[in-house]
């Protein structure tokens, strides 16, 4: 199968040259095993090549967020330990070495004569975590988590070399790297969306041919309106995934009748190579009547083959069992299994922290149903309690996102006086629909969830803050209401 970026088409021969030719640079400049090479890359061949490239010459890859602040940049850079830096000339504009195939190689730090910190004995992929509810944490993934999260999706995605993947979220985040492996191992075609544009992407999977992708939640309003304008161009996709956020069964029925392919939602970590759960529905479920089909689509799913996955109580303890599968009950989500991570990089307090009862902690918190369906209500950390009352934050959004003018919507606390934390969304209204006033959305709230967890004070605005990742960070909202304050709760 052929890799298509930038117009052009290269085939699996000419990647794997360029990787040689980037390993054979890094040991010639005195890479040793366990090095950190820091990655500037848009989406493209270059970057499949640096992975494979890292890996071969038994190096750490950091995979490096091109929307980070230059201060934010370096204090990965630095904590990290980053010896090299590969990338193409419009992002390192200053290098040691200019090579004929687009990339260059800058050595940042001069030659350090100790031995670098203790890692896997071969190459690993080093990734900074986006820091929504807290700093940033390196979190190692080995070889072995890899080919384990590899195998697993080559098997429970159906992938063969008759597909070919669209890599459109960024390939700097395990929302779309994971697939850099798994579509080589199955010798299946790659096409590159250097950046996010839904016409062009449309365009791509019309071109190539594409037959499955991933994309964040907030681009799939926009690619499902360019596949609309543009009929036919995405009749060769077969499926279309999405994680990170809650989806609406409005927006699941839409990918249906737009796109006529299946849809899949998922849910990950960093730590876990990503994939912990997937919505893919039994052969009854099916069967069901469309609304019912959708919201069961929209859930965060049942565990990924080769997922040991708990909800438990209380969260973050050694101790723990396992809460009642009512789907109401809530509790943390536990894992384990060969995709997760072995640990943080050089910060042993928050590896022994997560494993507390010899189980990984998400941090995030759960239902779980009888058919062993979880369905995700919060982050641990992004739980409002107002008046002594417990508000899930993701059930709030849901119930914003069932409103025909919501196109997105996020939800945080505030601090009050009188209640110590207040509900408060920040909404995105649906392009070309009627205005909704903040006053009807909550009283569009009010008819389905309990008053107490309804928005006290709903904000329109024209777009919300991202991660590096593309998740909503709410970090970033809630901060202007906390500022000045000693802590971030009440």
Known sequence: MLLRCGGLERSYADVAAIQDRMAQALRAAGARPGDRVAAFFPNCHLFLAAYYAALKADLALVPMNLRLAPAERDAVLERGGARFLLGTPALLPTADLVHADGWVLASPSPDDPRDPPAGPEEGFLLYFTSGT???????????????????????????????????????????????????????AGHAFLPRWDAREAVALVRDAGVTLTNLVPSMIPDFLDAAAAAPGATASLRLLMSGGSPIAPALVERIETTLGCEYLQTYGLTETSPFLTLSFLDEDERLLPGPERWRRLGRTGRAAPGIALRVVQPAASAA??????????????????????????????????????????????????????????????????????????????????????????????????????????????????????????????RERIAGYKCPRTIDLVEALPRTGSGKIDKKQLREPFWRGRDRRIS
């Open 133 to 187: 509810t807290g700093d940033p944490k390196g979190v190692v993934l080995t070889r072995g988590n890899l080919e384990a999260h590899a195998a697993m999706t080559l098997e429970a995605l159906r992938f063969s070399e008759r597909d070919t993947w669209l890599h459109a979220a960024p390939m700097f985040h395990l929302a779309d790297a994971w697939a850099i492996f798994t579509a080589t191992a199955a010798g």
């Open 320 to 445: 723990f069992t396992d809460v009642r599968a009512d789907d109401r009950e809530v509790g943390e989500v536990v894992v384990r299994g060969a995709t997760v991570t072995p640990g943080y990089w050089l910060d042993q307090e928050a590896t022994s922290q997560a494993f507390l009862g010899g189980w990984f902690h998400t941090g995030d918190l759960g239902t779980l149903d009888a058919r062993g369906s979880v369905q995700l209500v919060d982050r641990a950390k992004d739980v409002i309690v107002s008046g002594g009352e417990t508000v899930y934050s993701v059930e709030v959004e849901r119930a914003l996102l069932a409103h025909p003018a919501v196109r997105e919507a996020a939800v945080f606390a505030v601090p009050d006086d009188r209640f110590g934390e207040a509900v408060r969304a920040a909404v995105v209204l649906q392009p070309g629909t009627a205005p909704a006033e903040a006053a009807a959305l909550r009283d569009f709230c």
